[in-house]
């Protein structure tokens, strides 16, 4: 029986650390403002820069706002230049680690609204997240990417 309840007991420690691993950081999310450094795979780009931020709240449970800085970008043959920020009322929710910003409109253009979409994960320290984006205009997908975010 003692033989049984070691391996038992190891294998329920086990996978325990794996299971809290994946439900989202071990320690609260930084609140501010973070910047995501790193885009990549932006493959209709053709020129210029984005650079795309969000705001935690201060109590690390949602999103408050989220924004774009737009140089030179062009995308899809179109040209955006310029910078907005979309704030919520009610936060994104920063479930387990992860949120998702679901196509809120970044930019309003003659041609319809430029929606962005950000789904991303937090890691274990709190001070790093990582997700995918997309842009969208007039419902067609103008590009999509993966970045990588820092606090401020």
């Known amino acids: 029986m003692k033989k049984l309840i070691i391996p038992l007991l190891t294998v329920l420690m086990v996978v325990s650390i794996i299971f809290a691993g994946c439900f989202g950081p071990s320690v609260p999310v930084q609140p501010g403002d973070w910047f995501c450094t790193k885009l990549d795979g932006l493959e209709e780009v053709t020129s210029g820069v984005v650079l795309v931020a969000f705001r935690v709240n201060p109590t690390s449970t949602g999103i408050t706002a989220v924004g774009c800085v737009f140089q030179d970008f062009t995308c899809g043959g179109i040209n955006f230049e310029g910078t907005n920020t979309v704030e919520s009322a009610h936060p994104w929710p920063i479930t387990r680690g992860r949120f998702t910003i679901e196509r809120v409109t ?26 995918t984006l997309e842009f969208r205009l007039e419902g067609t997908i103008l590009t999509t990417g993966t970045w990588e975010a820092w606090p401020d």
């Not at 003659?110 to 929606?115: A, I, S």
């Open 106 to 131: 970044i930019v309003d253009t003659t041609l319809g609204p430029l929606e962005l979409t950000v789904q991303g994960k937090f890691d274990g320290t709190g001070t790093h997240a990582s997700g």
